[in-house]
């Protein structure tokens, strides 16, 4: 069943013409006929008694049910349409050091769904800067690489990762792994998901992968 052709449904029903139907929608009276036949043959059933001439026309019984629920049917699907449009532009921003960025941050992609990634909005920045972003809520969560002081409004778990080894005998010094969001964000329950599903991802490559990037820098 098409949306439209109820639209077209519930404009005749009021306004009792082909003609002013067409004309509001700006289509041919032949497109509201198609419309309305096609309605008719889903629901097997009259839903306009038209006389010989075709100069008037009334709802059957049928047809009365079918207006009844008619616009309820629209407005459940405009909110369902306005709901999905929400979601798909809905934006979780990430702030990632430049070290989590290059060497841990593509292992966590790995374990990451495709549709994660039409919601992700990535930058690079240094510790202090993401914070910032943070506090400010221009970005809702940050993979960092740096000791940070966590304000009380924000989440921080350290991620355990080996010594990070550049070459055959150097490795980096020790330093923090930390992934921090903004506590209010889970309240958002579209961007709930996403970040429970950057967690997830963050935690499956931190006990499968963060040991095989240490080894091979």
Known sequence: MRIQDLQYYLALADLGSFSKVSKQFNVSQPTISLAMQRLEKELSTELIWRDPGHQKFALTHP???LQQHAQQIITQYQLAEEEIQKEAEQKLVLVLSELANLAYFPAVEEHLSDHFFTH????TAGTNEAL????S??????????PVTIEEKFTAIDIPHPPLQLSADKVLPAFPLTFVYRKERLQNTDLSRILDELRAGIDSAAAVDFTLISKSH
């Open 132 to 135: 910032q972003a943070l506090a």
């Open 120 to 123: 992700l909005q990535k930058q």
């Open 63 to 65: 047809g009365r049910i």
């Open 137 to 146: 809520g221009q970005a809702d969560a940050a993979f960092l690489t740096s």
